[in-house]
């Protein structure tokens, strides 16, 4: 059951109500809010920002789902303006009105990194699809540094220094097994939604939640919320003014703490968190061949795009994708590609990419398969292949398309 219009109401009083000053000039209770409850969509603390709005009570009403309300985070509004947004009905119904109030200053803090013109607040989300998430080390690693910051974020102002020095001797571990682009992600991950959580902890007054052992080893993005608000809570306990460095030069929070921490030797790795790692590599490895199996096995007609020149990237759905390894990417529900020669669109059906380079993604694709068509056809002039939710269109000259081995074969 979604979480009621009401509700909101409540948090978005306690929202107002409350002068505390979680980050230096973000104002939530000054950033508008836009809701949708399954029914209606609602804009809290603006004026309408086009027609078709209706005002009631305190805020604009539009009836349905806005066509800028898609996710829990910053939308811009149709007059430019941005506001925080929140899917209800993906929210725990469970949530309380000040849980729900920290929900939603999460979301203004997303409007706050947003509006700041240095841009040092995003991050590379391809990154994460590269990410070595079957190294067992690296998740052994992960794991120790997760929970030295748990014991480092006890109310104890003995040993703090000694577990939060340990969190950074495994991180630096880890880094120095890591490429520069995914060490650059993590940091960028947890400026971005480590610090959103930190000011959502801090209204809510609760204190970050790591799992039993660690996340999930492909929960890479989520466990970057855990450990950028750790790292900031860990941050607050120095007498240095660390969130004027990160407005002035987006600097990375674990290096900051790093810088005024005292170094410690991170000890042994127990067996126990080496099984578990090893437990965790073996089990993205037989998700990936069972992902691959499903593939492979599905009925109906194939369509294979071939492309000496490379097709390049134009859209995906970072949600719905998994890297399978020397290459192969397998896109669940939508890719965009096109290059000099054509143009194509695979929607609400499964394709497998092939890399023409080192990058999954960014090196462009050499091959594309396209399993489980019904039906394949060309229009009349051949420059259009249309399939279900397949469309590719050809700019200069009519597609070819060869039938061998069971499959369809699209040479570009």
Same mark, same amino acid.
């Given at each position: +059951?979604? *979480?009621?219009?009401?509700? !909101?109401?409540?948090? &978005?009083?306690?929202?107002? =109500?409350?002068?505390?000053?979680?980050?230096? #000039? !973000?104002?939530?209770?000054?950033?508008? $809010? &836009?809701? $949708?409850?399954?029914?209606?969509?609602? &804009?809290?603390?603006?004026?309408?920002?086009?027609?078709?709005?209706?005002?009631?009570?305190? =805020?604009?009403? $539009?009836?349905?789902?806005?066509?800028? +309300?898609?996710?829990?985070?910053?939308?811009? &509004?149709?007059?430019?303006?941005?506001?925080?947004?929140? +899917?209800?009905?993906?929210?725990?119904?469970?949530?309380?009105?000040?849980?729900? =109030?920290?929900?939603? *200053?999460?979301?203004? !803090?997303?409007? $706050?990194?947003?509006?700041?013109?240095?841009g040092f607040w995003g991050a590379d989300e391809l990154a994460a699809l590269t990410y070595p998430v079957a190294d067992p080390f690296i998740l052994a690693a992960r794991a120790l540094e997760s929970a030295a910051l748990q014991r480092a974020l006890r109310p104890d102002a003995n040993t703090w220094p000694l577990h939060a020095g340990r969190a950074l001797a495994w991180r630096q571990a880890r880094c120095e097994r890591l490429s520069a682009e995914h060490v650059t992600y993590e940091r960028a991950m947890e400026r971005k939604e480590g610090l959103a959580h930190y000011v959502e902890l801090g209204f809510a007054q609760a204190v970050p939640v790591f799992p039993l052992v660690d996340y999930a080893a492909e929960a890479v993005r989520q466990r970057a919320y855990t450990t950028g608000a750790a790292y900031a809570l860990l941050l607050d306990r120095l007498s240095l003014d660390w969130k004027t460095l990160v407005e002035a030069s987006g600097a990375a929070l674990d290096e900051l703490l790093a810088a005024h921490t005292p170094p410690a030797e991170r000890g042994p790795m127990s067996p126990e968190v080496q099984a578990w790692a090893g437990a965790e590599a073996a089990r993205v490895a037989h998700r990936q061949q069972e992902a691959r199996r499903t593939f492979e096995g599905q009925r109906g007609q194939r369509l294979v795009l071939r492309s000496v020149q490379p097709l390049w990237l134009r859209g995906f759905d970072p949600l719905n994708t998994l890297v399978l390894g020397e290459g192969a990417v397998l896109h669940h529900r939508f890719l965009q590609f096109a290059n000099g020669? *054509?143009?194509?669109? *695979?929607?609400?059906?499964?394709?497998?990419?092939?890399?023409?380079?080192? #990058?999954?993604?960014?090196?462009? !694709?050499?091959?594309?398969?396209?399993p489980g068509l019904e039906a394949v056809r060309l229009s009349g002039d051949g420059f259009t292949l249309e399939a279900g939710g397949v469309r590719i269109r050809s700019y200069h000259t009519p597609l070819q398309v060869n039938t061998a081995h069971a499959e369809l074969s699209l040479e570009i």
């Open positions: +059951m979604p *979480v009621s219009t009401a509700l !909101f109401r409540q948090a &978005l009083t306690l929202i107002q =109500a409350d002068t505390r000053c979680l980050w230096p #000039n !973000f104002v939530p209770a000054a950033i508008p $809010y &836009l809701t $949708y409850d399954g029914h209606g969509t609602v &804009l809290w603390g603006a004026p309408s920002p086009e027609p078709g709005w209706q005002e009631q009570k305190d =805020a604009w009403v $539009y009836l349905g789902r806005h066509p800028s +309300m898609t996710a829990n985070t910053a939308t811009r &509004l149709p007059d430019g303006r941005l506001a925080a947004s929140l +899917m209800l009905g993906s929210v725990d119904s469970h949530l309380t009105a000040l849980q729900l =109030a920290g929900l939603a *200053v999460h979301e203004a !803090f997303h409007v $706050y990194q947003e509006g700041d013109p240095r020669a *054509v143009e194509g669109e *695979v929607l609400g059906q499964g394709c497998l990419t092939v890399a023409a380079g080192l #990058n999954p993604l960014l090196s462009g !694709f050499r091959e594309i398969i396209i």
